[in-house]
Every structure is written in structure tokens, then in C-alpha cells.
């Protein structure tokens, strides 16, 4: 059970680092536009100004780099079954991208629904992101379903964790 976990949780690191890297370059102003272009569809916005191209970009690029790093660290006991880290551009190109597109599709969703960037979404707030990757990896290696359920479970309660110590640190914004 223990292997499960941890190789659930390295293979989902791209993902995580993706997720996590748009709050640490929100002052930057390089590429600082909303991926929605400011268009907005019954008086609310498609996504929000919080989901930017510099997010995107840095977000995907960082999660390229943890899978890099996965390679250069692969064999390791932590490898999922079947895992092929010599294709780590593409397991970290769609563990990232994949991670933010299922965030920015979760925004669209909250906007719809008149839910204010911020304000939480339980549970899709903490879910968001690994399935996304999930859902994107999926193109290039289809893990096992034990290590997708893992890391979908995992992540709802790593989000939880992760997000308030960044709340509390001063480094995230909202609780959620």
C-alpha cells in the first residue's frame, strides 16, 4: 500500500508543480493576460483574470523540469508500473498542462455558476488539476487504475494541506 501511494504521488509531481508554480510568479508581468481574453459570457467572465498565459507557460515549463528530473532519477523503486521516464517531455508537457487545464476548466464551470475566483468548490477544487493530468498523460501512458484512484484521493487531501500552509505562510491569497 505504502509503494502505491508513493509512486502515485512521483508520478503526479509534474502535475503538482504545475498547479503550484502560478502563485509564485503572480508579480511577474511577463505574459500577465488572462487566457480568456477579458471575454465574458452572460456578465461573467469565461475563466477570470486569475487564469493567465504567464501561469500557463511557467506552470507547464516547471512541470517539464520535475520530469526531467524524474528521468535522470528513473529506475527508482518510486516508478509506476510501466513508466517510460525517457519520454519525460512528454509526461511532463501533459501532466502539466493537463494539471492547469483541469483547473481552468473548473474555473469556467465556477464562473457559470456565479462562483467568485476564491471562493471554494468543494470538491472540485482539490480534484481539478489531477484529473486533468490524468486525463491528459492518458495519451502517452495509461497507468494502472490502482495508481489513478491513489492519486486522485491523495491529491483531494494534499490540496487541502498544501494550500492552507500556503494560506498561512502569506505566499497564497485565499484558504481554497
Do not use: C
Not at 484529473?131 to 498523460?137: N, T
Amino acid at each position: 500500500m505504502t509503494s502505491l501511494i508513493l509512486q502515485s504521488l512521483f508520478l503526479m509531481l509534474p502535475a503538482y508543480v504545475a498547479n503550484m508554480t502560478p502563485i509564485f510568479f503572480r508579480k511577474v508581468n511577463f505574459l500577465n493576460y488572462p487566457l480568456d481574453f477579458n471575454m465574458t459570457y452572460n456578465g461573467y467572465p469565461l475563466l477570470g483574470k486569475n487564469k493567465t498565459f504567464r501561469g500557463l507557460v511557467f506552470g507547464t515549463v516547471f512541470a517539464l523540469v520535475m520530469a526531467f528530473v524524474q528521468h535522470l532519477l528513473s529506475p527508482t523503486s518510486l516508478d509506476p508500473p510501466g513508466i517510460n521516464y525517457s519520454h519525460w517531455f512528454w509526461l511532463g508537457l501533459l501532466l502539466g498542462f493537463g494539471a492547469l487545464f483541469g483547473d481552468a476548466l473548473k474555473s469556467f464551470f465556477k464562473r457559470r455558476l456565479g462562483i467568485r475566483a476564491g471562493v471554494r468548490f468543494i470538491p472540485w477544487d482539490q480534484l481539478d488539476y489531477s484529473l486533468g493530468a490524468m486525463l491528459f498523460v492518458s495519451f502517452v501512458y495509461l497507468p494502472p487504475w490502482e495508481i489513478v484512484v491513489t492519486a486522485v484521493i491523495a491529491s483531494f487531501f494534499l490540496h487541502i494541506i498544501v494550500t492552507r500552509l500556503a494560506y498561512w505562510s502569506g505566499v497564497r491569497e485565499e484558504k481554497w
